[in-house]
């Protein structure tokens, strides 16, 4: 079983930066895709950014493109996500999750992910 800690979460004002971690614990196949997600207050979780664990390729939702980069370290098990030029709306709480390899389901959707981190908090000032 694959464990999900994110850290790197915390307060910055807008136009800032942060990154974000998310260390995974336990076998994980190279097959398989890593993504973020983040969830504000009454709205419902919205895909941010995926990862292939093998070749690196990269998905990215349309609100955070030319702004986020996703990326991994395979040595460390741990995906990355750099926030740059943040904004107020991306204040949420950030999820990292595992889509298992063989799912056929789209890896934007949070259904297609069957493990995830108990999150971490991302507030962004005016």
């Known amino acids: 079983q694959v464990q999900l800690v994110e850290s790197g979460g915390g307060l910055v004002q807008a136009g800032g930066s942060l990154r974000l971690s998310c260390a995974a614990s336990g076998r994980t196949s190279s097959s398989s895709i890593m993504g973020w997600f983040r969830q504000a207050p009454g709205k419902e979780r919205e895909f941010v950014a995926a990862?292939?664990?093998?070749?690196?390729?990269?998905y990215y939702g349309d609100s955070v493109k030319g702004r986020f980069t996703i990326s991994r370290d395979n040595a460390k098990n741990t995906v990355y996500l750099q926030m740059n030029s943040l904004k107020p709306e991306d204040t949420a709480v950030y999820y990292c999750?595992?889509?298992?390899?063989?799912?056929?389901?789209?890896?934007?959707?949070?259904?297609?992910?069957?493990?995830w981190g108990q999150g971490t908090q991302v507030t962004v000032s005016s």
């Open positions: 999750a595992r889509r298992p390899s063989g799912s056929t389901v789209l890896l934007s959707a949070t259904r297609a992910y069957n493990q």
């Open positions: 990862i292939k664990w093998s070749g690196g390729s990269t």
